[in-house]
């Protein structure tokens, strides 16, 4: 799934291991057959995208545009991180982001005890492998939006066990 913020460009990508790709239905696109067409909408759109390879196999993806009035950046304000596969990492959402700069978690204090990288998919509640305790912990993130602007936030979230 893809937020949008509504009549801003986003670039949709495709996995791009096929000949051809088509992208159903057209709607609010820039190209329906190129592997990352240009979303820019004011309503909600669900695409599916067939690709196919040389030798004439078919494989369909499907892709979820939302739209949202405003970019942003949401942090849950508490997570568990009790291996329930429920709000089980602390991490960022992104809506209307195109590159997530940074995001920084610090306990109470001050020191750095996670920071996110691109290949990181959110912060589980340990420190060097060892599961912390119930606490309250500041966020900072920055983010650069689609509408070519900075955006930072800061906040707290609860660690619940």
């Not at 545009?65 to 602390?90: H, M």
């Not at 340990?126 to 650069?144: C, D, R």
């Amino acid at each position: 799934m893809q937020y949008a913020v509504i009549d801003l460009p986003l670039v949709l990508q495709a996995r791009q291991f096929g000949e051809t790709a088509l992208w159903t239905p057209a709607n609010n696109l820039s190209s329906r057959t190129l592997y990352n067409p240009v979303f820019k909408g004011s309503s909600e759109q669900l695409y599916t995208i067939e690709i196919e390879t040389k030798s004439g196999c078919l494989t369909v993806d499907t892709q979820l545009v939302k739209t949202v009035k405003n970019v942003e950046i949401y942090v849950p304000t508490a997570f568990s991180p009790n291996a329930d596969g429920q709000n089980d990492l602390l991490r960022p959402i992104t809506m209307g982001i195109q590159q997530l700069r940074y995001f920084k978690i610090f306990n109470r204090w001050g020191q750095l005890i996670y920071e996110m990288n691109a290949g990181s998919k959110g912060w589980d509640g340990q420190i060097n492998g060892s599961k912390q305790g119930t606490q309250t912990v500041v966020w900072m993130a920055e983010g650069l939006g689609l509408d070519g602007k900075v955006y930072i936030r800061k906040g707290t979230s609860v660690l619940v066990r």
